[in-house]
């Protein structure tokens, strides 16, 4: 049955007389679920305090407790699309370099299906890829520097045009480059090879996606990519289900990992410091989990923060 329109107050009756969930402040309860929306919020984040036979939420759980986990994802979205925007800036400057180096400045290059590694296979994409940068350089745009370049100059260089592409299309446009291209790149990163870069890329593609569109991280998996085996999951650990490793390759401990490897050293013990005050924070905040739970959905090893012990 189509779940029933419910106004506020009836959201909160059947939160406490339903699902056993403790409302103490039922003017602070409306305000969140005005602000958030029912889906968003308990939707979102019930799922840690559920009883999974009742379906009931666990005796003691308060509407905060649920708030709280809300709260602290919508800072460890922040934090991660943060450092995710330093990655994506280094890659937008280097593979535009690179192709230009090669190729030269004319737009006609880039939107040449003949300087990419274009197969059978991946042709569609490809032809896709060059329709989404040909619109970007030959249309007018909410970039007025595209416009400019064009109007000015009748020609958009790759390092202006890559301004206003998304993660997504700088990721593909990496997948696609030719190898040479590629190895050039992905040299300028210690202990990354072309085929690891784009493992790394594709993963955090979808994790930025997640961050900027508001949508619950601490325990998003992406099932469909993974980043690379490497010496770090190896050396913390890492139990494994045969010869995969179950932590740290699909989930948000896979983003750190990536981080590791992406990041200068100074930069990734900042954000390692603020990603441990953040956790610290949220678990004094709340007696309602435990930091093995919180681990559990996030994908983190207990001795996660030796990532910066050991050698990559």
Not at 295 to 303: K, L, R, T
Request: aromatic share 14%; hydrophobic share 35%.
């Amino acid at each position: 049955m189509p779940k029933p329109f419910l106004t506020f107050q009836a959201q909160i009756d059947f939160l406490e007389n339903e699902k056993n969930l403790l409302v103490q402040d039922s003017e602070y309860a409306r305000n969140k679920l005005e602000q958030i929306g029912y889906f968003g919020l308990i939707g979102g984040y019930k799922q840690p305090f559920k009883n999974p036979t009742t379906r009931k939420y666990k005796d003691g759980t308060r509407f905060e407790d649920i708030v709280a986990l809300y709260e602290f994802d919508e800072e460890l979205r922040e934090l991660f699309l943060k450092y995710i925007l330093k990655i994506e800036r280094h890659i937008r400057s280097l593979l535009s370099y690179s192709f230009t180096e090669k190729y030269g400045e004319q737009q006609s290059e880039y939107l040449n299906p003949g300087n990419l590694a274009v197969n059978r296979k991946n042709k569609k994409d490809v032809d896709k890829l060059i329709s989404i940068l040909d619109k970007l350089a030959n249309r007018n745009s909410d970039y007025p520097y595209i416009n400019h370049q064009r109007q000015t100059y009748g020609n958009v260089p790759l390092w202006v045009l890559f301004n206003g592409v998304s993660f997504g299309t700088l990721s593909k446009f990496y997948s696609f480059a030719t190898q040479d291209i590629q190895c050039d790149v992905a040299k300028n990163y210690d202990k990354v090879n072309q085929k690891q870069l784009g493992q790394y890329l594709g993963v955090i593609t979808k994790y930025r996606n997640v961050c900027a569109h508001g949508e619950r991280l601490y325990s998003y998996q992406t099932y469909n990519n993974e980043i690379p085996d490497t010496a770090l999951h190896n050396k913390l650990g890492i139990p494994q289900n045969g010869t995969q490793y179950t932590l740290g390759k699909h989930d948000l401990f896979a983003v750190v990992i990536a981080f590791r490897y992406l990041l200068p050293n100074d930069e990734f013990k900042r954000f390692k410091a603020s990603l441990m005050r953040l956790i610290q924070n949220y678990l004094k905040s709340t007696g309602a989990m435990a930091v093995e739970t919180l681990y559990q959905y996030m994908g983190f090893p207990s001795n996660w923060s030796k990532i910066t012990t050991y050698r990559k």
